[in-house]
């Protein structure tokens, strides 16, 4: 069988980006040790490997991570359909939008993850060792694709870690996933980062044995600002700065304002680490140019520009800040 895993959110924001799909991943191993022909990768409606037949896959999966990657898919999915291929369409973004996506086209997607693919061995760029979070944050959709906590015993080792809050599991499930890693040698981006609502000095003991590429963190709210100045003073007296700590902070949400964002991320500038402003996107959004009251698009270009840049404030205030100009 003839079988293509399309990774529908390919293509980045910025020219040269290259989103990795690991769901598009996982189906592509599924059926390569099935025994099928497999493509994996941005969508083509001739694939040069099927091409002694057509250049037609007998079943598509396409599988979609940002919402704002959705028109283009179904531009895609309805072509397939045409040809009276089969179909499976999946990835957060489907969850997120499952019913608009039934209506644009007939097929109802997968919602949340899908058991078949979920624990296919294989090599990947980015692996999962738990799912879920205890929390709700209004912002994040974790729980409605991932709604029940989970902890694997099994998984393969990867250089980035995707856990969306891995100080969430059990502390026997970390310090198996620290001895895994141990093993693993190389640098470990554990990318979701860890919550500075639960982070404590035994968990640095813990993580700190491994060699961590970057001590991610967030500030996406003043309802935690006590622990966010806990974590950020305790990891810059532990010789740390902005060259191996970051931390996400939220703007661009409903309900708050540009200077509550800027207070956020410059009182993580103040502590010497490496403010990340990270911009809002409602879970049902089709474009990732959403603006939230009280926000402009001039206002938020200026603040992922200044404080993206450590140049810039490092050597010029916010105010006297010119996009544009040298």
Not at 113 to 141: M, N, V
Not at 268 to 287: A, C, E, Q, V, W
Not at 292 to 321: H, I
Request: aromatic share 16%.
């Amino acid at each position: 069988m003839r079988i293509a895993a399309i990774n529908s959110s390919y293509y980045g924001m910025k020219p040269a980006d290259r989103i990795y799909n690991l769901g598009v991943k996982k189906i592509a191993n599924y059926h390569i040790l099935r025994g099928d022909q497999v493509y994996s990768g941005i969508w083509l409606p001739f694939i040069p490997e099927f091409g002694t037949t057509g250049g037609r896959a007998d079943k598509y999966y396409f599988s979609v991570i940002f919402t704002w990657d959705i028109p283009h898919m179904l531009h895609a999915v309805n072509q397939v359909k045409a040809w009276g291929k089969q179909i499976e369409i999946g990835g957060p973004a489907a969850t997120f939008m499952h019913n608009y996506i039934f209506a644009q086209t007939g097929i109802k997607p997968h919602i949340g993850l899908d058991p078949r693919f979920d624990l296919i061995p294989g090599q990947y760029a980015l692996t999962f060792t738990s799912r879920g979070c205890p929390h709700h944050c209004p912002f994040c959709g974790v729980s409605r694709v991932e709604p029940d906590l989970i902890e694997y015993d099994v998984y393969p080792l990867a250089p980035m870690v995707g856990d969306n809050n891995i100080l969430a599991t059990s502390w026997e499930h970390q310090i198996r996933f620290v001895k895994q890693y141990q093993k693993y040698g190389r640098k470990v981006d554990i990318n979701s980062g860890f919550d500075v609502r639960f982070f404590t000095e035994k968990h640095y003991e813990l993580y700190s044995t491994l060699k961590i590429k970057t001590w991610r963190f967030a500030f996406d709210s003043l309802d935690y600002r006590e622990d966010a100045l806990r974590v950020a003073d305790f990891m810059r007296k532990k010789g740390f700065d902005r060259h191996k700590v970051t931390f996400y902070c939220l703007m661009n949400f409903p309900g708050t304002t540009p200077d509550e964002a800027r207070f956020r991320l410059d009182t993580i500038r103040d502590f010497g680490h490496n403010p990340y402003p990270m911009r809002y996107t409602p879970l049902n959004s089709l474009s990732h140019k959403y603006v939230a009251p009280g926000w402009s698009e001039e206002v938020l270009l200026r603040m992922q520009t200044y404080y993206q840049t450590p140049y810039l404030w490092k050597t010029v205030s916010y105010e006297d800040f010119q996009p544009g100009k040298k």
